[in-house]
T-cell receptor, first 110, second 121 residues
């Protein structure tokens, strides 16, 4: 099992749609999780942190299921500007090492 | 905020030359910085962990003699790609770890530099 595995993309959705991405992780000791957004040819930017059962920020909701070792990201009322690659990130240890998923590309069309 | 800069943002060089990339934390001190590499259509792969004042820790498969890392101060880490070859062409990104305030659960929050795009001809 890969350390961090995401839904393969790309996801092509119309504006206003709701889209969900899933991510599974192998290290059951992981305590915190992150979703990053990466635009083409740019650095990743932190979208949300998750360290309890979930987190919500406007149109974005992240949920954590520790028993099944998966994290999800839900985007409601998607906008054209949401088009990007979404990276699921899991800390490897307390030393700061991060393991990145392969990313899920989202394309929101008019 | 927490800002991390990288220099240069892009570089084109001839095969066999060495290229130095700088990573700076502009408004905070970072005892630990990380260097990643990203090939097209792939995710970020950690190359090494750079600790101020000590030797870097390299990930499996990353040649420490080819990718020299120096972390001489709390705000600067450098990555030197020695004798670069076309297969080293990639997007190199650094990140700096900002230690949280006491009690904060954000143990591993990192801030990424804008990346350096290296093309070796």
């Amino acid at each position: 099992r890969k350390e961090v595995e995401q839904d393969p993309g790309p996801f092509n959705v119309p504006e206003g749609a709701t889209v969900a991405f899933n991510c599974t992780y192998s290290n059951s000791a992981s305590q915190s999780f992150f979703w990053y957004r990466q635009d083409c040819r740019k650095e990743p930017k932190l979208l949300m942190s998750v360290y309890s059962s979930g987190n919500e920020d406007g149109r974005f909701t992240a949920q954590l299921n520790r028993a099944s070792q998966y994290i999800s990201l839900l985007i409601r009322d998607s906008k054209l500007s949401d088009s990007a690659t979404y990276l699921c990130v899991v800390p490897y240890n307390q030393g700061g090492k991060l393991i990145f998923g392969q990313g899920t590309e989202l394309s929101v069309k008019p | 905020g927490a800002v991390v800069s990288q220099h240069p943002s892009w570089v084109i060089c001839k095969s066999g030359t060495s290229v130095k990339i700088e990573c700076r934390s502009l408004d905070f001190q970072a005892t630990t910085m990380f260097w990643y590499r990203q090939f097209p259509k792939q995710s970020l792969m950690l190359m090494a962990t750079s600790n101020e004042g000590s030797k870097a820790t390299y990930e499996q498969g990353v040649e420490k003699d080819k990718f020299l890392i120096n972390h001489a101060s709390l705000t600067l880490s450098t990555l030197t790609v020695t004798s670069a070859h076309p297969e080293d062409s990639s997007f190199y990104i650094c990140s700096a770890q900002k230690l949280p305030a006491s009690g904060s659960p954000l143990n591993n929050e990192q801030f990424f530099g804008p990346g350096t795009r290296l093309t070796v001809l």
